[in-house]
């Protein structure tokens, strides 16, 4: 019976012999990846010993393909041929199933036979069966009195002969790995995490240049098979084939070398009392009462991702987990945190240590992209190349630099170290595809949850979910947040506590209030909270405080239009050109925050205008930055901003950046001057953040050196940003186009909050929670929202109540409500489609030019033709991404008169079948009409937008 084939050599590989390399690479993927804490939360789940489960689950990896023993033989005619007449006479009318849900079907009635309990859902038998049949990443419904019975099973998958087959092949793969034992139960998180582990045994037991060698080997009988999976496969080899295959793929768990905080941070001289007091007094409380989560608090810029690592030091220490997980709202943090976590990592001096970078745009990310153009930049293509370490001029000092395998989409989560965006973790408790590969990938280590406060009701739903599932699998988890309202963190940590098994109803009457700035640890083991020293942290805030102004200025808003219009004396551009001419006449650096792209180019092509005579260089001095510009253009500028504003970068002689909100988060820059439009009180903060952002370090550390960091100017004003209210008739008017982040009643309140006084002093970081609280207030008490907010107020409400609705109703359930497997993926649906935000998904749209003849290039010159395939080069696959533009779908819905055609290669990979092309005509030069919508794209100002009336 074959299980592989290569249709070009006209080579077989036996399903039985697959089926062993799986079960032992699963031993071996127990031995090396699989951390104490995942082991013991396994075994706990079957009612076994170590022993026992780690072979019952070697037995369960093997079984995963015995489906193919069934009309799967018949898909080729090579293997079929090699049949029995016996064998071709017993098929019946068998239909053609999918073979993993043949697995399952078959699996279910031979383990009743090897004695597994067989009945309900949650029955051994059952769930056993539906993690064997789960390798393909969904799980399936085994109705024991339907196709899973012993009738069914004959009826769709052949007669006694062939389940005769399938007995004896299970029966063999049970007594070579002796997983004999019969669990008493299947837990759900157990479930969960053996079937992500057979999916990672069978990718990697399914590489070609992992079976082929064996396939090519003189045929001998199985018992001599399996031997040789445990012994070395070459002279020159120093582990068995099994444990190569796992060591070359990177997946193998390493503990990072002892290093002082110094080494470990080398940026800093010593930890801040926050970091101090999380290295002082939680690592005692964490070695007494174990695992449970984290939640620190703190303004921007304060240390909290150092005091992230340093607690997942403490925990991985104490919890016998291994490694981190930094998930972060956008891939602009992401990319930036990547840098921190190598560095972190590599400082350490491990051996071997891989960090991934995970989401949908890593491909953009300089440093990994060179990681991956090290090893031949196989980054975007799910295939395999050359896995050993040391060959084709891999630096031996880049012991960060993942392996080859962990490149490939989903695979990268399972890496020791992975910063990712918080989507690829919310897949893990969506119905999507391989979501218990997820799963598996989170666990085992720390998970930190980064800007916890940045999400909408919708997203912040599904973290609670996530949050409650890594409670029940024992996963210690770190929230951070600046803004993060008091009763939400407080959800979080109740979620949590819950998944690891304390009833709702007592943990409702305990208070989880954590303070600010500080933290608060809730042990999973008997949910109790301890909290940071209140003498330190009172300390922590005389070091760190600081005043900073907030200035409410009305403005009348109105579009930009013809450039020769002179703007209003209280109009919105004008007020902006009036908050930094200083900069452009004296120096200093600053960011002007605009609420949507359209303002964000309107606001620089007017100080293009006004600077001019200033003598401002456009593209240098005055930059645009937003999302719609193509990757290849925003990520360089991005980084340039952060290298010249950064704690020791050289800052320029003056800068304004015009930008959206790109600039919010996640990024350690210091700015002079900001103006922002109107926006919620909590965007505002973040935003603040960066004001004056590095003034106690330079202070600290060259006191002298001040004046040329900041203009003499700027520090006799000191730290204000400036908020434009948009105002009609002497009230707060919020444009339409604004609505896209902040609710309308979040803005007014916003304004009515400002307004109290002028300007607005904020001592940070110590107003930043009754800020925060008189800003939900109405929450607490409905009666007091004014008369002029109240339909605001109820449309808010209304919005929140159904965003939370619908992100329950897409989470998976927790793992206590689950009583079928199936019950993970009523509703399947695959990365790609997995709703993980609300409102609608963006569309990628790819700009080209049309040459005469039709040739299709990215340039109008006709020098870089598009790429056709019909075999895609790495290369030429991120050139395309790098040149992609995310747009809101319904400007994309009706095409153009003239649609170009897309090459059918790109129809065949998954990250170019979605693309949409925006074929520009260099003959005709002007937009692109998409129905109603004009798009343009412009080399300084980005993709330009307008809706024809």
């Known amino acids: 019976m074959w299980g592989k084939f290569i249709q070009r050599f006209r080579l077989g590989y036996p399903v039985l012999f697959h089926m062993l390399d799986v079960a032992v690479v699963a031993g071996e993927l127990w031995d090396k990846y699989l951390t104490l804490q995942q082991r013991r939360l396994i075994a706990d789940g079957l009612g076994l010993g170590l022993a026992d489960a780690r072979k019952v689950v070697m037995f369960w990896a093997g079984c995963h393909d015995l489906g193919k023993v069934s009309r799967f033989q018949e898909c080729e005619p090579v293997g079929w041929a090699r049949v029995s007449d ?419 109803a007592d943990l409702a009457e305990r208070d989880f209030t954590v303070p600010y700035p500080g933290w608060l640890f809730a042990a999973a083991h008997d949910a109790s909270a301890t909290l940071m020293d209140e003498k330190t942290r009172q300390t922590h805030i005389r070091e760190h405080r600081s005043t900073a102004s907030i200035s409410l200025t009305d403005v009348t808003h109105q579009p930009y239009g013809d450039p020769d219009r002179i703007a209003d004396t209280d109009g919105r551009l004008q007020r902006i050109a009036r908050e930094v001419e200083r900069v452009a006449e004296h120096g200093g650096s600053a960011a002007i925050h605009t609420q949507t792209v359209a303002e964000a180019q309107d606001t620089y092509r007017y100080l293009r205008r006004a600077f001019e005579a200033a003598g401002m260089a456009a593209g240098e001095e005055l930059v645009l930055l937003h999302a719609r510009f193509p990757g290849h253009q925003r990520e360089p500028l991005t980084r340039r901003i952060c290298d010249v504003l950064g704690p020791r970068g050289r800052r320029p002689r003056r800068l304004i950046a015009v930008t959206t909100n790109l600039l919010d988060m996640g990024l350690d820059i210091d700015l002079d001057v900001q103006v922002s439009d109107l926006a919620s009180l909590h965007r505002l903060l973040q935003r603040m953040g960066r004001l004056w952002r590095f003034e106690s370090l330079w202070r600290d550390h060259d006191p002298h050196g001040l004046d040329a960091r900041r203009p003499t100017w700027v520090r006799k004003q000191g730290p204000v940003m400036t908020v434009l209210n948009p105002v009609e008739d002497g009230r707060t008017a919020v444009p339409d186009g604004w609505l896209t982040g902040d609710t309308e009643f979040w803005m007014h309140r916003t304004a009515a909050l400002l307004s109290a006084s002028h300007p607005y002093q904020v001592r940070l970081p110590e107003d930043v929670p009754d800020l925060v609280q008189q800003l939900h207030a109405p929450a607490q008490h409905p009666a007091r929202v004014p008369d002029a907010l109240a339909d605001l107020y109820t449309a808010h409400v209304a919005a929140e109540r159904h965003a939370t609705y619908l992100g329950a109703t897409q989470a998976v359930p927790p793992p206590d409500r689950v009583g079928s497997l199936a019950d993970l993926h009523r509703r399947p649906t695959t990365a790609g489609q997995a709703a993980t935000r609300d409102g609608d998904r963006p569309r990628r749209l790819l700009p080209c030019h049309v040459q005469p003849g039709g040739r299709l290039t990215l340039d109008a010159h006709g020098n870089v033709p598009l790429p056709q395939g019909p075999r895609l080069k790495p290369h030429e696959i991120r050139r395309l991404l790098q040149c992609a533009v995310p747009v809101p779908a319904a400007w994309v819905q009706q095409a153009p008169d003239q649609d170009a055609p897309r090459p059918k290669a790109w129809t065949e990979h998954p990250l170019l079948s979605d693309l949409i092309l925006l074929a520009h005509d260099p003959q005709h030069p002007g937009p692109v009409c998409f129905g109603r919508h004009q798009l343009h794209m412009d080399h300084e100002l980005g993709l330009v937008h307008r809706i024809l009336t």
């Open 86 to 504: 016996e064998l071709r006479a017993d098929t019946g009318g068998w239909p053609l199933m999918r073979h993993e849900r043949a697995s399952m079907h078959a699996m279910a009635q031979i383990l009743a036979e090897f004695g597994y309990p067989l009945s309900g859902n949650a029955s051994p038998a059952v769930r056993a069966a539906q993690i064997i049949g789960g390798h393909h990443g969904w799980f399936h419904q085994c109705d024991v009195r339907g196709s899973a019975s012993s009738a069914g099973v004959q009826a769709e998958l052949g007669g006694p002969l062939w389940q005769e087959v399938r007995l004896r092949y299970a029966a063999q793969v049970r007594h070579l790995t002796g997983g004999s034992a019969v669990p008493s139960q299947v837990s759900v998180p157990a479930a969960v995490l053996i079937s992500g582990l057979v999916m990672v045994a069978d990718r990697l037991a399914s590489q070609p240049h992992v079976w082929v060698p064996r396939a090519m080997a003189p045929a001998f009988g199985a018992a001599e098979h399996y031997a040789a999976a445990g012994r070395p496969a070459s002279p020159m080899a120093d582990e068995s084939w099994a444990a190569q295959i796992v060591t070359d793929s990177g997946l193998e768990r390493v503990d990072l070398p002892p290093a002082s905080f110094t080494t470990a941070h080398p940026h800093l001289e010593h930890p801040n009392q926050l970091q101090e007091s999380v290295i002082r007094q939680l690592d005692p409380v964490i070695a007494d009462r174990g695992t449970g989560i984290l939640v620190v608090t703190d303004r921007t810029g304060a240390g909290k991702t150092v005091t992230a690592l340093e607690a997942q030091r403490i925990f991985n220490h104490h919890c016998d987990t291994r490694g981190a997980a930094i998930l972060q709202p956008s891939t602009a943090i992401a990319d930036a945190l990547y840098e921190t976590l190598v560095t972190y990592v590599a400082a350490h001096r491990p051996e071997r240590a891989p960090v991934t970078l995970v989401h949908s745009h890593s491909y953009l990310n300089p440093a990994y992209t060179d990681h991956a153009l090290a090893r031949a930049g196989q980054l975007t293509l799910d295939e395999y190349f050359t896995p050993r370490p040391g060959i084709h001029g891999r630096p031996e000092h880049k012991v960060t630099v993942p392996d080859p395998w962990l490149r490939g989409f989903d695979r990268a989560l399972l890496a020791q170290f992975t910063v990712a965006t918080l989507d690829q973790a919310l897949m893990g408790v969506l119905p999507s595809r391989y979501s218990a590969l997820r799963m598996l990938a989170m666990s085992g280590r720390t998970v930190i949850i980064d800007e916890a406060h940045s999400y909408t009701p919708y997203t912040l739903t599904l973290m609670q979910r996530l949050v409650h599932w890594l409670g029940a699998l024992g996963c210690p988890v770190v929230v951070l947040s600046a803004t993060l309202p008091a009763e939400q963190s407080a959800g979080l940590i109740r979620s949590y506590l819950s998944g690891a098994g304390h009833p709702p």
